[in-house]
């Protein structure tokens, strides 16, 4: 691609809309995940960080530089590991609203 087509490429807005009337299509989620919210997050000054999860049976844990960067985890969200180990942030809405505490 090049710079002048990614610049003139179709915007897709909050409800899935590529310009007036294209909805992409819509996924459900139905994966199981593990998943700490997170309370607090502390970026160290090598650009790693700890992760402090609000349930306090679990201890605060670190994170490398690449998570920070790519996922740049905020208070309130989720700490989310998928079953192949893959490791990701949620923000809270988000998460709250595609999954349900299995109990």
Do not use: L, Q, T
């Given at each position: 691609m090049t710079a002048e087509s990614y610049m003139n490429r179709?915007?897709?807005g909050a409800a899935?809309?590529?310009g007036v009337s294209c909805e992409m299509p819509r996924y459900r989620c139905h994966k199981e995940v593990h998943a700490l919210k997170?309370?607090?997050v502390v970026r160290m000054?090598?650009?790693s960080g700890v992760l402090y999860p609000?349930?306090?049976r679990y201890g605060d844990f670190e994170v490398d530089t690449a998570y920070m960067q790519k996922h740049d985890p905020r208070a309130g969200g989720y700490y989310v590991v998928y079953a192949d180990g893959y490791t990701s942030?949620?923000?809270a809405e988000a998460f709250e609203d595609g999954y349900t505490l299995i109990v």
């Open positions: 179709p915007v897709i899935g809309y590529v997170i309370e607090k000054n090598d650009e609000m349930d306090k942030f949620s923000p």
